[in-house]
């Protein structure tokens, strides 16, 4: 094998493995990062300041929230969340399935809308479309162990 074929042939096999090792392995489970939900928050209200009435209220509903998503490795999900909505005590538990395409996740829920989730490390910065602008993002964090 000459010398260009022996460096045509290992980019071959190291752009292959690169592909197929790109895929990321999110399964496991997460909890609400309060902190980096909040800057979400607080950036979300110099986008939309029509909506800043609501910071104080929404502020304080993440501050009570309790949330989880674990992610199954055959492609199934819980998102199970619980607080105070309007002074009540309120829990929600969505399942479907997700993908993964390099570093972004898509969850699936019959007839709701999607959510997406780039993957930063242990950490998954999620959008989830909302009539309040200012609630569409938060950030769900690996749980230890």
Same mark, same amino acid.
């Given at each position: 094998m000459g010398?260009?074929q #022996?460096w045509?042939w290992?980019?071959?096999?190291? %752009?292959g493995i690169a592909?197929t090792?790109?895929? @990321?392995?999110?399964? +496991?489970e997460?909890?609400?990062?309060l902190?980096?939900?909040?800057?979400? &928050?607080?950036?979300?209200?110099k986008?939309?300041?029509?909506?800043?009435? &609501?910071?104080?209220k929404? &502020?304080e509903f993440?501050?009570n %929230?309790?949330?989880? %998503? #674990?992610i199954?490795?055959?492609?199934?999900?819980?998102?199970?969340?619980s +607080?105070?909505?309007?002074g009540?005590?309120?829990?929600?538990?969505?399942? +479907?399935?997700?993908v993964?395409r390099h570093?972004? %996740?898509?969850f699936?829920?019959?007839?709701?809308?999607d959510?997406?989730?780039?993957i930063?490390?242990?950490?998954? #910065?999620c959008?989830k @479309?909302?009539t309040?602008?200012?609630?569409e993002?938060?950030?769900?964090? #690996?749980k230890a162990?």
């Amino acid at each position: 094998m000459g010398e260009q074929q #022996r460096w045509s042939w290992g980019f071959g096999v190291a %752009l292959g493995i690169a592909l197929t090792g790109c895929q @990321p392995h999110p399964e +496991g489970e997460y909890e609400f990062d309060l902190a980096e939900s909040k800057q979400c &928050l607080l950036d979300a209200s110099k986008e939309h300041p029509e909506e800043n009435p &609501l910071l104080d209220k929404l &502020l304080e509903f993440e501050q009570n %929230l309790r949330a989880t %998503l #674990r992610i199954e490795p055959d492609g199934t999900f819980v998102d199970t969340s619980s +607080g105070l909505l309007d002074g009540k005590p309120y829990t929600q538990v969505d399942k +479907g399935t997700w993908v993964a395409r390099h570093s972004r %996740l898509t969850f699936k829920v019959p007839d709701k809308d999607d959510m997406i989730c780039d993957i930063e490390g242990k950490r998954l #910065r999620c959008f989830k @479309p909302s009539t309040i602008k200012l609630a569409e993002r938060y950030v769900m964090i #690996r749980k230890a162990g």
